[in-house]
């Protein structure tokens, strides 16, 4: 995941008390239309304003493999050439976020589906080449979200649901990594909402041990976080999504919370969700 740039936020008064919760889900729930199917119903249900980010899963991988499109990958990222790009283009804007609003739509949720060009709402820079060219990989910068513009939809009752296509500003479109674009939202819109980011993947939350589900750690703070990663307890595999958290919260963000898809229902029912991070305990 990419390191949050706080350059790009807003300042401002607080003008809503409204809660507004912004959500990413990955590929393992893109992957698995059951999973999909109970998540989304579990979307709908919590009250108050809500926009849902997404990934792309296997299936870009799987219909670029079909045309004969190597999939290139470095790190854990994809290299992103004019060829791919359009693959990821109708996958991630056209066949999983249609799939996505439609079945919202089903369940009485007014979704529109959106990328970052859609309304002006998320603008990014394509990525300079260092050691690495990545192609048409965009990044946020300052000014990439464009609160007000997004504020309006939700104001008018749409639940925006982005994929991770963004723009440039000048017609080109840039592939950007979601977990990025779903903090640059939630840290953004914290000027004008009381904003809850959620990441949800494969786990119940943040593990002392990976390997035991139970070993759910409920809350943490900047202190406790401090202390976990000189015991090294938290797996090196989070360190990057708990780093840029605490980014979000310290820039405005209410709360973040990490937990499994399956679970998200119990937000609903006021139960224990995941693992909390705040800025106090």
Do not use: W
């Not at 912004?22 to 239309?33: A, L, P, R």
């Amino acid at each position: 995941m990419n390191k949050i740039d706080t350059d790009h936020i807003k300042t401002g008064k607080l003008t809503s008390n409204k809660g507004l919760y912004i959500i990413k889900i990955g590929g393992n729930v893109i992957d698995n239309s059951e999973n999909l199917y109970h998540f989304l119903k579990d979307f709908e249900a919590l009250e108050g304003l809500k926009i849902l980010v997404h990934g792309g899963g296997k299936v870009a991988t799987q219909m670029a493999e079909d045309l004969g499109i190597e999939s290139k990958m470095v790190d854990g990222r994809r290299i992103t050439d004019i060829e791919t790009l359009r693959v990821v283009t109708m996958v991630y804007g056209g066949l999983i976020n249609k799939n996505i609003v439609a079945q919202l739509q089903r369940f009485g949720n007014n979704a529109i589906g959106l990328t970052g060009a859609d309304g002006n709402f998320i603008k990014a820079v394509k990525r300079p080449v260092k050691t690495i060219d990545y192609g048409f990989v965009g990044d946020i910068v300052k000014d990439s979200i464009n609160p007000e513009n997004i504020s309006r939809l939700l104001e008018a009752g749409f639940t925006p649901v982005f994929c991770a296509i963004t723009h440039d500003g000048e017609g080109q479109l840039l592939n950007t990594n979601a977990d990025t674009i779903a903090s640059a939202l939630a840290v953004a819109l914290s000027g004008l909402y009381d904003t809850t980011l959620i990441y949800c993947f494969e786990k119940k939350g943040v593990l002392k041990d990976i390997n035991d589900e139970e070993s759910l750690i409920r809350e943490i703070d900047p202190q406790h976080y401090d202390e976990l990663k000189v015991e090294k307890i938290i797996h090196s595999g989070m360190l990057p999504k708990l780093d840029n958290a605490f980014t979000a919260i310290a820039c405005g963000v209410k709360a973040v919370i990490i937990g499994k898809s399956d679970d998200l229902g119990q937000l609903k029912d006021n139960k224990p969700f995941g693992t909390r991070l705040t800025k106090n305990a």
